[in-house]
């Protein structure tokens, strides 16, 4: 006879065995087992927050409705992406600090990026969870 588990029951599942599959070798696994589990804790679940979505912008398509966007000055953005691109590329600028010895005003720059950003529409997250629970198989 097969039960459903809650919602609930699954995310104190979940939290309680994350990680547990780093000995497991790389492949496909065959199971079948059945196991009575002993699961108690406490879940909390924060409230669901909204955030700007800049990480899920998809990089090329927007800068091709951005060059098709340019008119006349569509041939000096083409150019002064590839320098961008290519500066960024060829000195790993990933970190705050590269960005800040290379712009001569970073306030200035970053008002430009904020003012950007918060133009963006605004998605909503679920709130995180955490849990203290722990599991005990029983016989």
């Known amino acids: 006879m097969s039960k459903e588990l809650s919602n609930l029951q699954l995310v104190a599942l ?27 804790g406490e879940i909390k679940k924060g409230a669901d927050v909204e955030y700007t979505p800049t990480a899920e912008i998809p990089l090329l398509p927007t800068m091709a409705l951005m060059l098709e966007k340019m008119g006349f000055m569509r041939e000096k953005a083409i150019s002064l992406l590839i320098e961008a691109m290519k500066e960024a590329i060829s000195e790993d600028i990933a970190s705050k600090d590269v960005v800040e010895s290379r712009t001569k005003d970073i306030e200035e720059a970053m008002s430009h990026v904020l003012r950007i950003t918060a133009a963006l529409p605004k998605k909503t997250k679920s709130g995180a969870t955490t849990a203290k629970v722990v599991m005990n198989i029983l016989e």
Not at 15 to 23: M, Q
């Open 14 to 40: 979940s939290k309680v065995i994350k990680g547990e599959n780093s000995a497991l070798t790389a492949g496909s696994h065959e199971v079948d087992f059945i196991v009575k589990l002993h699961v108690k």
